[in-house]
């Protein structure tokens, strides 16, 4: 639990109540299950959409080919764009739930598309119709809605649940991934570094892996 508070930077994150590393680079708002996950794939051809901006759309936006993130809170909107890469990103202000859509429409369809917003129970069709062949689909905070995760659940996507704790709070929540069966992010190179990663306490122990 020291090493969580620390190494992963929980401790920083929460007193400036931002999601990030220990060395104060941005993460995804999700469990640390889910990004140490995510952060083993490859997504650098993948188109990402994000229905809720925030640190996780600099995370993408470092990650993917193109992001397109919609917010709908206009002081935190201008916050995530004036730090985002203009080139690879497109974040949208939206006041309604048909201008909050409409990019997913426009834009698709998506390699990602992330759930983490205030309509979530009415993302779920939106999403699944402008989901690429071999994408997936992220639900944050899928425990609090349990109506939305089942919907998804219900649409034949393999499921995968990352429960713990995260950045910049002290409980500890479920971030669910849903992929269609054809499904590649993977790259085939070794698993990734953890965010909190070290030495092998063992070394020498495996012969032919060290």
Excluded at 30 to 41: R, V
Excluded at 87 to 102: D, G, H, P, R, V
Aim: contains cysteine.
């Amino acid at each position: 639990m020291r090493r969580m508070w620390t190494a992963y930077g929980l401790v920083e994150s929460g007193r400036t109540g931002t999601p990030s590393d220990i060395c104060g680079r941005p993460l995804p708002w999700y469990t640390y299950p889910a990004i140490e996950y995510l952060a083993g794939l490859d997504f650098r051809s993948s188109h990402v959409l994000e229905f809720g901006a925030g640190n996780s759309t600099l995370w993408w936006s470092a990650r993917a080919k193109q992001v397109t993130s919609v917010e709908v809170d206009p002081n935190w909107f201008e916050s995530i764009r004036a730090r985002v890469d203009p080139a690879n990103t497109s974040i949208y202000l939206a006041t309604s739930e048909a201008e909050f859509f409409a990019p997913a429409a426009e834009r698709g369809p998506f390699d990602v598309i992330v759930i983490d917003c205030l309509w979530r129970p009415e993302s779920v069709d939106v999403s699944v119709t402008n989901l690429a062949p071999g994408g997936m689909i992220i639900l944050d905070n899928s425990d609090w809605l349990p109506a939305t995760h089942r919907d998804l659940r219900s649409k034949g996507l393999i499921e995968v649940n990352f429960h713990g704790l995260g950045p910049a709070v002290p409980h500890a929540w479920t971030t669910s991934i849903f992929m269609t069966r054809d499904a590649d992010f993977w790259t085939g190179t070794n698993p990734p570094t953890p965010i909190a990663g070290g030495p092998s306490p063992w070394p020498g122990s495996y012969q032919g892996e060290i």
